[in-house]
Nanobody, 116 residues
Framework: QVQLVESGGGLVQPGGSLRLSCAAS????????MSWYRQAPGKERELVAT????????NYADSVKGRFTISRDNAKNTVYLQMNSLKPEDTAVYYC?????????WGQGTQVTISS
């Protein structure tokens, strides 16, 4: 069965860094666009970053450009989100998403809290 398992969340002070990982299984990982979304309390889920399956091209939300980097390792079926210069407004549950024209899969989420 399809599984997306996020890890790497936690509590970090402003200005700090975290790296999220999402381990995928149960589908052909390299054929899927992989994305990170986040949802803060009381807010809608928003797209943070996307990396395509074959071209490895990336897109970022304006709020994270220059601070976050999405990458993937198709040999390990894993997508990463390197988050630097973290701000309190980055606090949210971060979700991994795998998308193709036929399917859309979600992980369970990992909490990221930025606070001093």
């Amino acid at each position: 069965q399809v599984q997306l398992v996020e890890s790497g969340g936690g509590l970090v002070q402003p200005g700090g860094s975290l790296r999220l990982s999402c381990a995928a299984s149960g589908f052909t990982f390299s054929r899927y666009a992989m994305s990170w979304y986040r949802q803060a309390p009381g807010k809608e889920r928003e797209l943070v970053a996307t990396i395509r399956g074959l071209s490895d091209s990336t897109n970022y939300a304006d709020s994270v450009k220059g601070r976050f980097t999405i990458s993937r390792d198709n040999a390990k079926n894993t997508v990463y989100l390197q988050m630097n210069s973290l701000k309190p407004e980055d606090t949210a549950v971060y979700y991994c998403n795998a998308w193709s024209f036929a399917n859309d899969h979600w992980g369970q989420g990992t909490q990221v809290t930025i606070s001093s």
